[in-house]
């Protein structure tokens, strides 16, 4: 028998505001969940976004990511970041939400 079951992708979204951008999300959510995993224990999933966002901080560049989503926020634009794994390095998109 063949198992055709495929791995679920842990997805992050991360939303900057102008006095927040995605690097600063990005260590607060980081920073909620190490707290959650000492309330609860080891948790796969919490542990697998914490992962992702040890890789995101670790590598991304938060120079270029501000400059590309502040642009947008000062015309009043709401941003997304949604950060996930791809053969175990982070990946990221952007969106503008109206």
Same mark, same amino acid.
């Given at each position: 028998m063949i198992n055709n079951r495929q791995e679920k992708t842990t997805y992050i979204e991360l939303e900057p505001e102008l006095d927040a951008c995605v690097e600063t999300q990005a260590k607060r959510?980081?920073?909620?969940? &190490?707290?959650?995993?000492?309330? !609860?224990?080891?948790? *796969? $999933?919490?542990? $697998? *976004?914490?992962?992702?966002?040890?890789?995101?901080? $670790?590598s991304a560049d938060f120079n270029k990511l501000r400059s590309e989503s502040e642009k947008h926020l000062i015309e009043g634009e709401k941003v997304k970041f949604? &950060?996930?794994?791809? $053969?175990?390095?982070? !990946?990221?998109e952007m969106q503008i939400m109206e």
């Open positions: 959510r980081y920073n909620q969940i &190490v707290r959650e995993l000492l309330k !609860k224990g080891e948790e *796969r $999933e919490l542990a $697998e *976004r914490l992962e992702i966002l040890r890789l995101f901080l $670790e949604i &950060v996930h794994l791809e $053969e175990g390095k982070p !990946k990221h």
